[in-house]
């Protein structure tokens, strides 16, 4: 299982927008790096470092001192519906490398949680667990290091994929269905879900799992996520216990 923020290898401004098309594209395309094929460089990963090279939100990543461009899909998020409320305790499921961890203590969360299955450096601020979040153990696990249940779950998991495109999307749904029980089972009443999802027409079932159990339930995706991604988010809003 990856952390699924952009595929990024070894992931404030309060009112941090996007980055804007015009000049900066033009200036992107003007200065736009190749990547040379190397021996024992798969095309796949020549165009993915390419990608990376040239992504504007990268670069911002580096100079604003996020652990990954997913930062800013969180802050559009936030800056959108207003979950990560001062004081709050938050669990970021699949948290590696932190770019989300480091979003919601900016933004005032008194208790932060990350979990995944790889390590992390340590973020001053927040306790991360080196855990699988779908063991039987890790909701537990998770509400001691809070202190207590949720005000917010997080995630922006993906599977390992295996490029068979139905394949994928089957193990995305499920991922999903993972997250969204492990919020069920963690978040306190008025509490708030927020997970990365992809269209794909299968995610009906989800839906119906969570509109019942929350006052709203919407779908979103932030201008930082890549253009031709199919990607979105579920923003699950107030928690009826």
């Given at each position: 299982m990856t952390d699924g923020k952009d595929g990024e290898e070894p992931r404030r401004r309060r009112r941090s927008g996007p980055v804007?098309?015009?000049g900066d594209s033009r200036a992107a395309k003007q200065f736009h790096t190749k990547v040379k094929t190397a021996r024992g460089r798969k095309i796949s990963s020549k165009l993915w470092l390419e990608r990376q090279l040239n992504d504007p939100y990268v670069q911002r990543a580096k100079m604003e001192g996020w652990r990954s461009?997913?930062?800013f899909k969180l802050i559009e998020l936030d800056d959108k519906f207003r979950v990560l409320k001062r004081g709050a305790?938050?669990?970021?499921l699949g948290a590696a490398p932190g770019g989300w961890v480091q979003v919601t203590l900016k933004r005032g969360a008194a208790k932060v949680v990350g979990i995944d299955l790889?390590?992390?450096e340590p973020i001053p601020g927040a306790d991360l667990i080196e855990m699988d979040f779908t063991d039987p153990?890790?909701?537990d696990a998770v509400k001691a290091a809070l202190g207590g249940p949720a005000d917010v779950v997080l995630s922006d998991l993906a599977p390992w994929t295996t490029g068979h495109r139905k394949t994928d999307h089957l193990r995305i749904v499920a991922l999903v269905e993972e997250a969204a029980e492990f919020a069920l089972e963690t978040l306190k009443p008025?509490?708030?879900f927020i997970a990365k999802?992809?269209?794909g027409g299968t995610e009906g079932e989800i839906l119906a799992r969570l509109k019942p159990?929350?006052?709203k339930v919407r779908h979103a995706k932030p201008a930082a996520s890549r253009s031709d991604s199919s990607e979105t988010y579920l923003v699950a809003l107030g928690f009826k216990g």
């Open positions: 804007t098309k015009g461009r997913a930062a305790a938050v669990v970021d790889l390590e992390m153990g890790a909701p008025g509490g708030a999802a992809f269209q159990r929350f006052e």
